[in-house]
């Protein structure tokens, strides 16, 4: 079996002296595992298009065990992630939970889309790592069937109030008057921010601003959605907050 297809490397593992065991995230495959043989040697052709990070043209056949990867070609590299730990850092607590939220044989056609535009994003340094962080992790969520419902209050059905309560557990909102026990309470202008992200078009998902505070308010609770889900401990999200 042959595939062709463009493909997102996000984990690698050195096996061996030399060869490298990469996981794709395909839109038209979903995750794919591979063998890069002799991947680490400097003058490998594959080196820097198998790397993680690396978007790449990939040619692949099943070997024995798994696919290998038969010729690769970068399309982009995100060198600029490398330049700045704090956004590597971030960059690589993204493709885990991007490997998380993805499956294997199913189109993730709009999963690749949001972490391409994501590292795209951490690259350039037009949004707040904060902001990035938080779309990412509700949108990824809502892609991987754990969309909070968050159209009205989960008790009587009012749209908004001033403030509401967020319940992470069970990924729903309450109006002001319906108080939750162990729900956060959020500003209204915070939960307009989560319809907008878990529901406006892909393209779209960014564009929104907040004030400090309430930027603040909506990272900690996607974080805290986020992991309620993934329910593990994700290495990568440990070290990027301890950079801060």
């Avoid at 070609?73 to 704090?86: A, G, H, M, Q, T």
């Amino acid at each position: 079996m042959r595939r062709t297809t463009k493909g997102l490397v996000i984990r690698e593992q050195t096996i061996g002296e030399s060869d490298r065991l990469v996981t794709l995230l395909t839109a038209d495959f979903g995750l794919i595992r591979a063998f890069v043989r002799k991947a680490k040697q400097i003058k490998s052709r594959l080196n820097s298009a198998t790397a993680l990070f690396a978007y790449s043209d990939f040619s692949l056949y099943m070997g024995k065990d798994a696919f290998v990867v038969d010729d690769a070609s970068p399309i982009e590299v995100f060198f600029n992630l490398r330049k700045d730990i704090e956004r590597l850092a971030l960059a690589q607590y993204l493709v885990q939970l991007a490997y998380e939220m993805g499956d294997e044989e199913r189109p993730q056609e709009e999963l690749l889309r949001l972490t391409l535009n994501s590292l795209h994003l951490l690259c350039k340094g037009e949004k707040s790592l904060s902001q990035i962080k938080a779309v990412f992790e509700f949108r990824v969520l809502s892609l991987g069937g754990y969309m909070p419902d968050i159209l009205a209050c989960g008790n009587c059905g009012t749209y908004e109030t001033e403030m509401m309560y967020f319940d992470v557990p069970e990924g729903k909102i309450y109006c002001r008057n319906c108080p939750k026990a162990g729900a956060d309470l959020l500003p209204k202008n915070v939960i307009t921010a989560v319809r907008f992200i878990c529901l406006t078009e892909s393209n779209k998902i960014f564009s929104f601003s907040l004030s400090d505070e309430n930027l603040k308010l909506l990272s900690d609770i996607a974080e805290k959605y986020a992991m309620s889900r993934v329910q593990r401990r994700l290495s990568a999200l440990e070290f990027y907050k301890g950079l801060k």
